[in-house]
Every structure is written in C-alpha cells, then in structure tokens.
C-alpha cells in the first residue's frame, strides 16, 4: 500500500526527527509518500496565516499529517491547527517502559482521551484595570460526546475500563455538562465498566494506585496537566505522542495529525543526540489509525524493545545518536516485517532513498 501524509515541518529538533523518521519510513513494508509543509517560526513569520491554508488545505486533501514540534510566539500552531481542523478529542497513551530512568517505581498503561477544544484554553483572557482579570472557561457538549465516544470505543476494544474525571462539584455548569454527556454516552456501553472521579482526587489515585487506571477521559487543561504528569512518571518527556482527531457526523475519524508530546529542544538542535522514541510512537499510532496494524505494532515494540534492552539516546542514560538509535529501529523492523525492504520516502521538496 502507498499513502501520502502531511508531514508538519517546525523548529528546533524537528529536521532531525524528520531524518529519523525516514530511516525508519524506508525500512517499512508500507509506502509513505511525505508532503511537506514549513510551519517553522522563521516561515511562520513570513507568510503569516497563509501557512496555516496551505497546512489546512494539505490535510484535508491527505486526511493525516504527522507534526513536529514548534516553537509558540506570539500564538501556538497547535492552537491555530486544532481549531481549523475542528479537533474535538487529544489522544495520548502514556506506559511505563521497563528500563527506561524512572523516580517512579511503579508501572502503568494509561491511554488519557482530552477533549480538545473548550475549558480555559481557548479565552486568552483580558485584563480589567490593573488589579484583576478574567477568562472565560466554555465546554460544549458536541466535543465532550465525541471524546466519550471515542474514549468507550477504545476502551471497548481493549476490553479496558473508563474513568471520567472532572471537578463538577465546584465548576458546576460547565464540568456538570461533561460529566452529563459522559453518562449518556456511557449508557450506550454497558459492557464498558465506567467510574467517576474528582479530578484533584485523580492525580492522587494515579499515583498511589497506577494499575487502578486505564482509558481516562478528561476536558481539555485537566488532560494537558495530566499528560504532562504521566510522562513525567514515567522518566521523560521524550517517550509520549497523541494524536488529534475530528470526525464525521456518523462518528469516523475525519482528519487526524500526530506529534510527539516534547518540545523544540533548542539546547541540543543540531547536534544529532536528540530521541526519537515519541516521533516513532506517533508515527505507529498514524499507521495504526490508517489500518497498517501490524506494520504499527512492529515499529512500536521494535522500538520499545530496544529500550527495555537497554540502547537508548543520552536523555534515558543511554550513548546513541539520533542516527544511530534510529537504524537500530530500522534493522529490527526488516528482522521481523521481512517484506519490508529499500523504498522511496517522498516529499515535495525532493526525495530520500535508502
């Protein structure tokens, strides 16, 4: 099979994680053919919002992108993206990898739905005065039941358990409606075992009782405070991708575009020592989302499993390049997909063979 994906260029590390993704890319039994856009700060401030149309138009024209991070300014691309794309539910699946540096002793699988518009993210806020201000926070329930949905479906598949949480009891409009809609849905799937909890609660939990927890649907800041958290327990910001969906009005993935959950990393860009475990991840979960299922599951416990055998970038105690630890990813994908072989990795600004 043959795809063309959007391929969301940015800044800092991002030419180097795009370089490992074509060393791995090119070991795949799968063609990707890479349509590139530059959504780096220097073009950004170039082009202004035209560079969002073309990333837009590429999108719906590809219906899956792949982004690497970029910088935030004076406005976040992922921000700008989300909106123009109508993404209602973040993704982000977060476990423990034996091996990897951890303070954290215990192990944990969490997939963490985050419904992807609303809360208080999406008002900047205004001043009033010089002594006060003020933002305010929106929930809709059309994204809260496509995040419920989604996050019962996934949960239905893995034979999984949801928990909700929420702090309804103190914001009583606006979590009381995602704790309403979450409960509809949840009727539609008795077969999902489903509990409530307060979110602050939550945090707690996890972290006492990490194993407690499965598929966890949340609105929007409580799912970014939570990501962030379960990265940082399990050793590195370095390890988590998400994906973010739209969706048809009958419930089907409509556009979806998958980034690993770090940053730019300007103190290392450049000097080929970066990890690119949550490109790699990220580049499973698109592959997985296009229906290639199994070439997914091998390029993602071909790179788990070097880590658990312990070859590893700087940043999780290891001593591989970028370039190094991205061929190790290659070779072991060709030792177990033995269809895989040399392909072309194309993009419009030219091609890279093997």
Same mark, same amino acid.
């Given at each position: 099979m043959k795809y063309t994906i959007t391929e969301l260029m940015g800044d800092g590390?991002?030419?180097?994680?795009?370089? %490992?993704?074509?060393?791995? %890319?090119?070991?795949?039994?799968?063609?990707l053919e890479f349509e590139r856009v530059d959504l780096s700060l220097l073009n950004r401030e170039l082009r202004g919002l035209s560079i969002y149309d073309e990333a837009v138009e590429s999108m719906r024209r590809n219906r899956f992108a792949l982004k690497y991070p970029t910088i935030t300014s004076t406005s976040s691309p992922n921000t700008i993206l989300r909106k123009r794309c109508n993404f209602s539910v973040i993704h982000r699946p977060v476990a423990t990898i034996p091996g990897v540096p951890s303070n954290f002793r215990q192990e944990f699988d969490l997939a963490i739905i985050r419904v992807a518009r609303g809360g208080t993210y999406d008002d900047p !806020?205004? &001043?009033? !005065?010089?002594?006060?201000a003020v933002s305010l926070r929106i929930v809709?329930?059309?994204?809260?039941?496509?995040?419920?949905?989604?996050?019962?479906?996934? %949960?239905?598949?893995? !034979?999984?358990?949801?928990?909700?949480?929420? @702090?309804?009891?103190?914001? &009583? %409009?606006?979590? !009381?409606?995602?704790? @309403?809609?979450?409960?509809e849905v949840a009727q539609s799937f008795p077969d999902v075992v489903h509990q409530?909890?307060?979110?602050?609660?939550?945090?707690? @939990?996890i972290i006492m009782h990490p194993r407690r927890y499965a598929v966890i649907l949340v609105l929007n800041e409580y799912g970014d405070f939570l990501s962030d958290m379960a990265c940082g327990l399990a050793g590195s910001m370095g390890i988590g991708a998400s994906s973010n969906l739209s969706f048809t009005p009958d419930g089907h993935v409509d556009l979806a575009m998958f980034d690993p959950a770090g940053g730019t990393a300007p103190d290392i860009a450049g000097k080929n020592v970066c990890n690119p475990t949550a490109i790699f991840l990220a580049l499973a979960m698109l592959l997985f989302e296009l229906g290639e299922r199994e070439v997914a599951r091998v390029l993602k416990t071909s790179t788990l499993d070097l880590l658990r055998e312990g070859s590893r970038t700087a940043d999780l105690g290891g001593n591989l390049s970028t370039t190094e630890f991205s061929e190790a990813v290659a070779e072991r994908i060709t030792l177990r997909l033995p269809l895989g072989g040399q392909q072309e990795a194309v993009t419009n600004g030219g091609t890279v063979t093997a």
């Open positions: 590390i991002a030419p180097e994680l795009a370089a %490992a993704v074509r060393i791995v %890319a090119e070991r795949l039994p799968t063609t !806020g205004r &001043a009033i !005065g010089t002594e006060a809709e329930r059309q994204p809260c039941w496509e995040a419920a949905r989604y996050a019962f479906m996934l %949960a239905r598949r893995s !034979g999984r358990s949801v928990t909700s949480a929420s @702090k309804r009891t103190i914001q &009583a %409009a606006t979590d !009381g409606l995602f704790a @309403k809609v979450v409960e409530e909890e307060l979110f602050d609660a939550l945090l707690a @939990k």
